[in-house]
């Protein structure tokens, strides 16, 4: 059943370019976005940069599948990718919903170093890709860049436990308020790009479901729907108030 869907998700990419950046603006690197890298001399990001593969994805297109070993870091410059798994009978899972200026290293740093999830683009998207032996090397090289790492993973556990006590709640709504509280703080320009299906998958109900809390949310002027797959708090506040009420009593 995997192979069935890797092979109805395989299409060609777009090798852009190995020398240089295409995403270079006003002299500005990509990786100085990145918590990861931003704490870097300039000079070894543009190595980094300068070293790295950047390509263009199809909408659909399988960047890696689960137990593939992890050659790159991905640092999305342009569209929207999740991450995901499959169950034996095809039953699609979504980890996350991934946007411009995030990127995906974590495993790299496990033993196997292989991806334990699927990585699947929902648009047509622009990545560069940084060789993991590179960037391991600049681990021994560079001191700030491993204590950049450490606190990136200190902040993301905290994430992920709070992600565990989000799918704890029981009020679909309060749940639903709680996701877009989150995805509020990293999304660009504060606007969600989900559709209705990866935002259900993500939290664990129907689409129905949140079809329905969407409905209220946006009837009590806490969000906004902007079309096509996108979403706006209008009223961070009181959506985090209702998002703390599953507290109360």
Known sequence: MLNLLYNKYM????????????????????????????SLPK???????????????????????EGDKIDSVLIIRHGRIKTCRYDANG????????????????????????????????????????????FMHLLTKYPNATMSLIAMLSTELQEAKEKAQLLSVRQPLIRLAGFLISKDSTCTNHVICMKLDDIAASIGLRAETVSRCISKLEEQKLITRLGQGKLKV???????????????G
Not at 20 to 28: A, E, Q
Not at 43 to 60: A, C, F, R, T
Not at 234 to 248: A, G, P
Request: aromatic fraction near 10%.
């Open 11 to 38: 299409s060609k990419e777009l090798e852009i370019s190995t020398i240089g950046c295409p995403f270079r603006k006003n002299n500005k690197l990509c990786t100085s976005e990145i918590r990861l890298f931003k």
């Open 91 to 134: 039953e699609e899972y979504i980890m996350d919903v991934l946007h411009e200026g995030q990127a995906i290293w974590h495993d790299m740093f496990l033993n196997d170093y292989t991806y334990h999830y699927s990585i699947v683009t929902l648009t047509t998207t622009m990545v560069c890709k940084i060789k993991r032996t590179d």
């Open 43 to 65: 000079d070894v990001q543009e190595d980094l940069v300068n070293h790295s593969d950047h390509i263009q994805y199809p909408k659909g297109k399988i960047i890696a599948q």
């Open 234 to 248: 209008t009223n961070r506040l009181k959506l985090l108030e209702l998002y703390n009420s599953k507290n109360i």
